[in-house]
């Protein structure tokens, strides 16, 4: 096979956008909403369900190629995402919005699309998309919408029509699919979201696609999930994520991703399992070419003990030195079997939870009912089992919750790292940028003590270019303001900062580091409330100008230092050559 034929134009570019598509000349005071996540609140990081397409897709004949844009424009100064964009040539240009946080970036790169290849189609999908699919499409630089939580066969059935270059009545079939009829006059048509798939088997958790197109259009960068793979990190620290499930059993009143959400906006009526053999598998696969940690999306006890325990026992088949990191979404019932069962069968594990509050009442108001003394009952018996860190998150913006409460959750940080020392890391997290929309607590806001401040994909568009991250908060809860939000969270890092030096989970140079962020991020808030009162824009905007430098030092964190959310992780883990072997045996067996 020739490189020109290895380096054709592909049938779909998957294109991930930044936030703010122009956040390198908007002065914005993005403060902590990305404080809980490996990623900057650019949110370069892109959606899992990306691999997957290229992956069904490609299986299918249809060549996919995914280019992150937003990790590409923070990596360099002198990167032209829209110099890139004139020149690639695919059948269709596919964009994710399934973080809310993406509404102004998506639609700006959607707009370059446009602007230089009006004859290609723009496809659209996500969450978001879903949600807000109705003013969505209404956007001249929309073309399609596939709703829902598995736009893999949707997806694939809409590039095969376009391939062929079929229209108009070819799309009436096409399941999940929102477009406008070029026959028509333009007409909006929505097809019935009817592709719900109930288990996840068709769709592994295999990244050698990615590598292979790595290889494929000789280009590593625009394949890399999130700002610092670029650097050194892109060997010694790869995270590797495998999914376990789409839905969810849960109903937690703020989770656009609870049962009755998905309910209501994506008809998911019960979640969709992958088999537990497969995800044990996929595991495994994935540690024949990295040493890296590698995150279980998906609280495996979801389906039931026996579900958890298959997968166990599938792992346990094989030795391998990666840390698995688990979730729960609930206390564990018999912890001291579990966890005992966890490190029999897995070498190296940490594991996460969100207790939110140390208030079980408010814990219980927002879905979650499970006691402190559980909490402590699942850390004491995981440390004991060998479970190298155990994080914890809290959130703050809860209903009932006030000042107070928030800080008497930090001061219960404090009490569980004394009791049970450095393994156990507290995180506390203002709820931004936005209450999911279609959760339960934004459909029923009264009920919970919010206030929706935006409503309309537009609002939330133009909030994305605030200048301050308080005035992008979609809500404030009968208990506390924005602004109480607001200086709450700084009062909270800062009180957590001191607490994790103290008990030795941070150096000096880390505390003296976040405390510096922190009060520097209190003065630029105050600084941005007096600019923002100025009637002329252009003085407004000279003098937001100003304080960019300083913004722009805060992208990475505010309150938390990422380096200490880092899993442990091998030097040198990814085996390149046996990645490379392996993705050109792929390529030249096709």
């Not at 598509?21 to 370069?44: C, H, K, L, N």
């Not at 978001?128 to 893999?152: H, M, N, Q």
């Not at 906006?265 to 890296?292: H, Q």
Request: aromatic share 12%.
């Amino acid at each position: 096979m020739s490189i020109a034929r290895i380096s054709r134009n592909p049938h779909l570019i998957l294109l991930h956008a930044p936030s703010v598509y122009d956040f390198r000349e908007y002065p914005i005071m993005y403060g902590p909403i990305a404080d809980g996540v490996p990623s900057t609140p650019i949110f370069e990081m892109y959606p899992i369900g990306f691999t997957s397409i290229l992956e069904h897709l490609g299986r299918n004949g249809i060549e996919v190629r995914i280019i992150n844009l937003a990790a590409r424009m923070l990596e360099s100064d002198n990167f032209d995402a829209e110099k890139l964009i004139r020149r690639l040539k695919p059948h269709a240009f596919g964009i994710d919005l399934h973080w809310l946080a993406h509404t102004q970036g998506s639609l700006e790169v959607a707009k370059i699309c446009k602007r230089y290849h009006p004859e290609i189609p723009v496809i659209f999908g996500g969450l978001s998309a879903t949600y807000f699919y109705k003013e969505l499409i209404r956007y001249p630089t929309v073309d399609f919408i596939i709703r829902g939580d598995s736009a893999e066969e949707p997806l694939l059935q809409l590039m095969k029509a376009i391939v062929r270059g079929k229209h108009g009545s070819s799309f009436y079939d096409i399941p999940n699919l929102v477009w406008k009829d070029d026959s028509n006059n333009g007409e909006i048509r929505v097809n019935p979201l009817s592709h719900v798939p109930t288990a996840l088997n068709n769709f592994s958790n295999n990244y050698l696609p990615i590598f292979k197109s790595v290889l494929k259009y000789r280009d590593l960068k625009s394949l890399l999930p999130f700002h610092g793979w670029s650097s050194h990190e892109w060997r010694d620290y790869p995270i590797m994520a495998v999914l376990t499930c789409r839905g969810c059993t849960h109903n937690c009143i703020f989770c656009g991703g609870s049962r009755d959400a998905l309910s209501t906006y994506c008809n998911r009526k019960r979640p969709a399992f992958r088999d537990p053999e497969l995800v044990a598998k996929d595991i495994i696969k994935i540690t024949r070419y990295t040493k890296a940690p590698i995150f279980v999306i998906g609280d495996i006890l979801q389906p039931g003990e026996e579900y958890a325990y298959t997968v166990l026992e599938e792992l346990k088949k094989e030795r391998f030195a990666n840390h698995l990191v688990f979730e729960l979404f609930d206390t564990v019932r018999n912890p001291e079997e579990y966890f005992a069962c966890v490190a029999d069968s897995v070498e190296n594990f940490n594991f996460e939870i969100s207790p939110d509050t140390h208030d079980e009442s408010i814990r219980a108001a927002e879905g979650k009912r499970y006691t402190n003394s559980a909490i402590e009952e699942n850390l004491k018996w995981a440390l004991k089992s060998g479970c190298h860190k155990f994080d914890l998150f809290f959130m703050i913006g809860l209903p009932f919750q006030t000042r107070e409460s928030v800080m008497a959750t930090v001061d219960w940080c404090g009490s569980l790292m004394e009791k049970f020392g450095k393994r156990v890391v507290p995180y506390i997290l203002p709820y931004s940028p936005f209450l999911d929309p279609g959760c339960i607590a934004y459909e029923h806001p009264e009920k919970f003590g919010y206030k929706i401040l935006f409503k309309t994909f537009e609002e939330y568009r133009k909030a994305m270019l605030s200048p301050s991250w308080k005035y992008a908060l979609n809500y404030e809860t009968r208990w506390m303001s924005r602004d109480e939000i607001v200086n709450c969270t700084y009062q909270a890092g800062l009180k957590l900062n001191e607490l994790k030096m103290k008990y030795g989970l941070i150096d000096r140079a880390a505390f003296n580091s976040t405390k510096e962020r922190i009060k520097l991020a209190m003065t630029l808030t105050a600084e941005i409330d007096k600019i923002n009162e100025i009637d002329d824009s252009s003085t407004r905007r000279r003098r937001l100008m100003q304080l960019k430098p300083k913004l722009d030092a805060m992208l990475d964190s505010v309150i938390n230092e990422k380096r200490y959310m880092e899993w442990p992780a091998a030097e040198g883990n990814l085996r390149i050559f046996r990645l490379i072997k392996m993705a050109v045996a792929g390529i030249f067996a096709r």
